[in-house]
């Protein structure tokens, strides 16, 4: 309990951190309030939850690094992200492939936290239908967040772009939600024993 109390902590702690120095002058601020309002809401319950619910070291640790993935991408822009830019001289691409990171992670770790509840609450029988409801979880969620996108772009009109971070790609909606199931995915099949070995250990089970 003490370490798990000590990792979820540390882990707070950065990711606070990291929040309040990207709100001290992000380059958009009505877009990094957008793109961290999922911290700002997760965060309290998380707090509030560690000792009713307690997560898996894997999936706290996954948690605060997606959330380190949005806060930055909200701080700079994703389309202006300075890591992005590396990579996109890298790889060689037409365009900052940071938001690209942001939607894998979007699959990623939703997947990871759909499969403990369903394992935890004994929702589903059987791994593969666990696996494949995982996937289909997030990338419902995925769905949602462009549906998101799509009604800031009608609000907003041109005050939406660096929030969509669409740079100039027609197809980022689909590429979006590709890499988000290209992450469920990956994760499931990457840190599904890892995740079960962590959830055995978990009080009460």
């Not at 990711?15 to 380059?27: D, N, R, T």
């Not at 992670?105 to 936290?113: D, R």
Request: net charge neutral; with cysteine; aromatic share 8%.
């Amino acid at each position: 309990m003490l370490q798990r109390d000590t990792l979820n902590a540390i882990l707070a702690a950065i990711v606070v951190s990291a929040l309040l120095v990207s709100g001290i002058a992000p380059h958009d601020r009505p877009t990094w309030l957008m793109e961290v309002a999922p911290v700002i809401i997760a965060l309290p319950l998380l707090i509030l939850t560690r000792r009713s619910y307690p997560l898996t070291a894997l999936l706290a640790v996954l948690i605060a690094l997606h959330a380190l993935v949005l806060i930055v991408g909200g701080a700079y822009t994703y389309a202006k992200v300075p890591f992005g830019f590396w990579l996109q001289d890298v790889l060689g691409t037409a365009r900052n492939p940071y938001d690209k990171i942001g939607h894998f992670m979007q699959g990623f770790v939703p997947a990871l936290i759909a499969r403990e509840i369903l394992i935890r609450g004994h929702h589903v029988a059987g791994r593969r239908m666990t696996a494949f409801l995982c996937v289909c979880i997030a990338m419902a969620i995925s769905a949602s967040y462009e549906l998101i996108e799509w009604a800031a772009a009608l609000l907003m009109g041109q005050g939406a772009d660096e929030f969509l971070g669409t740079q100039g790609d027609p197809w980022d909606t689909q590429s979006d939600m590709f890499m988000a199931l290209i992450g469920s995915m990956s994760a499931i099949v990457a840190l599904g024993k890892w995740h079960d070995r962590q959830l055995a250990q978990l009080p009460g089970r």
